[in-house]
Each structure stands twice: as structure tokens, then as C-alpha cells.
């Protein structure tokens, strides 16, 4: 397997530009989630899906984030209108929830810099 | 879900055994130990995890202790490439779906 897909794996823009960040997750995996680092707050969890659902946005920080997943091998995570404190790298992970393994595979990141 | 202690950073000379701890003396019964490595600028890689016994795979070791309150991972032979900060995180393993990533151990391994 290719492992979890992102692109783009580097993203600059202008503040008020709409950004989107695409994710294809593992085959078969069944959860989703998007992670933002940055040196000053570390890695945090911004949404969950499970099955194609979001179970839990309660990290995305504002309503300017927004993310969907129209099918098992497709995420979207948008920042409309972006700002510089979006800079940071976001994660997309996947995961085969099977009863009590949480293991998390994450891909190689996109590094959003919004000047 | 229980916090993790790490030393900030360890050096490892290149070809021994990087030995990393992790505290945990507030886990319960059912929350796993889960390792994880983040190489620099790199999405964070699984290396392993555990309940109760020793765990070994093509990675690593984990080591945890009986009362489980502590553990210890184990790179036999630490490369150049080993070098990444290593996470030591505790999630339950019923309902919870949240791996918390704490500031980890930054290893450096060391010609």
C-alpha cells in the first residue's frame, strides 16, 4: 500500500485566500483524522471521521476550518479565508478501528505557510 | 485518559541500544501504551504498543513494567536514522479514538 496520501505537500498563500488540503487514507481504513503542528502548540487533533461521519470537530479552531469526506478515499480540510496563524503543517492519519487497536498511520504532511 | 512523562532529550551512540522511558503511573486497566516516532519533518510513524506484556516487532522492544506504571522502549541497534522525537502516549482502548501526542523524548544518536 502507498500509505495515506496528501497534497499538496507544500501550500503558500496570501491571507484571505481560500486554501484546501486533500488526503487519500489507507485502503480499508475506516477513520480519518486531520492534525495541525506547530512549534508552539505541538500536534493537535482538529476532526475525527469515522465511516465517511465527523464524530468529533470540536479541535477545528474556527468556523474559517471546515472538512468533509464524501467517500472512504477522499478528505478535504479548507481554511476559508486563510490567515498567518493557519501556518503550521497539517497531518492527514487513517486508521483500521478493530476492536480495541487504535494504531494511526499518518502521511507525510502539507506545509501551509499564509503570508 | 492517563499523562505520560518523558525526558526532554537522550543521547545514543550510534550501533548501541537507545533505551527510552516513559512514566505512566496513573494508567488504568484497559489503556494501552502506544509509541510513536517523528523524524524531522516527517508525518509521526507507529512503532509499536502494548497492554501488559513485552512487545517485540521488526522496530522495536517495549518494556512494561508489572504495575505498568512505567515502560521503556527499546531500539536495539540505534542508526543515524533513528534520530526523530519519540512520543509515549497511554489511550484507552474501548470508545476513546484520540491518540494526545505530549512533547516526547528527542533522541539523538550520535557517530
Known amino acids: 500500500d502507498a500509505g495515506v496520501i496528501q497534497s499538496p505537500r507544500h501550500e503558500v498563500t496570501e491571507m484571505g485566500q481560500e486554501v484546501t488540503l486533500r488526503c487519500k487514507p489507507i485502503s480499508g481504513h475506516n477513520s480519518l483524522f486531520w492534525y495541525r503542528q506547530t512549534m508552539m502548540r505541538g500536534l493537535e487533533l482538529l476532526i475525527y471521521?469515522?465511516?465517511?461521519?465527523?464524530?468529533?470537530d470540536s479541535g477545528m479552531p474556527e468556523d474559517r476550518f471546515s472538512a468533509k469526506m464524501p467517500n472512504a478515499s477522499f478528505s478535504t480540510l479548507k481554511i476559508q479565508p486563510s490567515e498567518p496563524r493557519d501556518s503550521a503543517v497539517y497531518f492527514c492519519a487513517s486508521s483500521l478501528r478493530t476492536g480495541i487497536d487504535k494504531t494511526q498511520y499518518f502521511g507525510p504532511g502539507t506545509r501551509l505557510l499564509v503570508l | 485518559d492517563a499523562k505520560t512523562t518523558q525526558p526532554p532529550s537522550m543521547d545514543c551512540a550510534e550501533g548501541r541500544a537507545a533505551n527510552l522511558p516513559c512514566n505512566h503511573s496513573t494508567i488504568s486497566g484497559n489503556e494501552y501504551v502506544y509509541w510513536y516516532r517523528q523524524i524531522h519533518s516527517q508525518g509521526p510513524q507507529y512503532i509499536i504498543h502494548g497492554l501488559k506484556n513485552n512487545e517485540t516487532n521488526e522496530m522495536a522492544s517495549l518494556i512494561i513494567t508489572e504495575d505498568r506504571k512505567s515502560s521503556t522502549l527499546i531500539l536495539p541497534h540505534a542508526t543515524l536514522r533513528d534520530t526523530a522525537v519519540y512520543y509515549c502516549i497511554v489511550e484507552s482502548g474501548a470508545g476513546s479514538y484520540q491518540l494526545t501526542f505530549g512533547k516526547g523524548t528527542k533522541l539523538s544518536v550520535i557517530p
Open positions: 471521521f469515522n465511516n465517511n461521519v465527523p464524530i468529533d
